[in-house]
């Protein structure tokens, strides 16, 4: 038996997205597949405590990572955006560090860099480029007629949705960078 969540997380919550999916494993329903922007689809299982760790990377050599994660207990669940998912039974780890993928906390601070950089500075820019222009038109109440209003609605929706997630994950990116950072 299988069942699909909808659950929305963005950039910045990939800590509380592998709690939630631990959960999920623990009440007997283990993730098989991902599908943007928020479908989880789960397979019922035996209740188990499983650790489930994300990475977002660039990387050219996945068969290697894979290879590298698979002799540590590590398996592969799937990729969505960018970002892999491993899972590893919560008994088969020994240590605190045998239950991250990264080692170190500068390899961490290096994953959030690499998110501000790839995923929020991407999406600032739009922000700044397309939304930003687009909403001072708005306000500006150079959008007139039904198209008009349709256009200001949307731009100014837009506009929230873009001022609540650069702020939200910009700054739990920053907080999560500063803790590990040294």
């Not at 969505?80 to 008994?91: E, I, L, Q, S, T």
Request: hydrophobic fraction near 40%; proline fraction near 3%; aromatic fraction near 18%.
């Amino acid at each position: 038996m299988s069942k699909t969540f909808t659950r929305y997380f963005t950039i910045a919550d990939f800590e509380e997205e592998e709690k939630w999916l631990r959960d999920q494993h623990k009440n007997g329903w283990k993730l098989v597949k991902m599908v943007t922007p928020c479908f989880y689809t789960f397979e019922q299982c035996e209740p188990e405590d499983v650790i489930y760790r994300l990475d977002y990377r660039n990387t050219e050599n996945k068969d290697e990572y894979f290879k590298m994660l698979r002799d540590f207990g590590w398996e592969y669940v799937g990729e969505c955006v960018g970002w892999f998912y491993f899972r590893k039974p919560a008994a088969e780890i020994e240590s605190e560090e045998d239950g991250e993928l990264l080692s170190d906390n500068e390899s961490r601070a290096e994953q959030v860099g690499l998110i501000l950089r790839t995923r929020l500075a991407p999406l600032a820019l739009i922000f700044l480029c397309c939304v930003m222009p687009n909403f001072l038109k708005v306000l500006d109440g150079e959008y007139i007629g039904t198209w008009g209003k349709i256009y200001s609605l949307f731009f100014s929706l837009m506009f929230a949705v873009y001022v609540y997630l650069i702020a939200h994950c910009g700054l739990k990116l920053k907080q999560i960078k500063k803790r590990y950072d040294i």
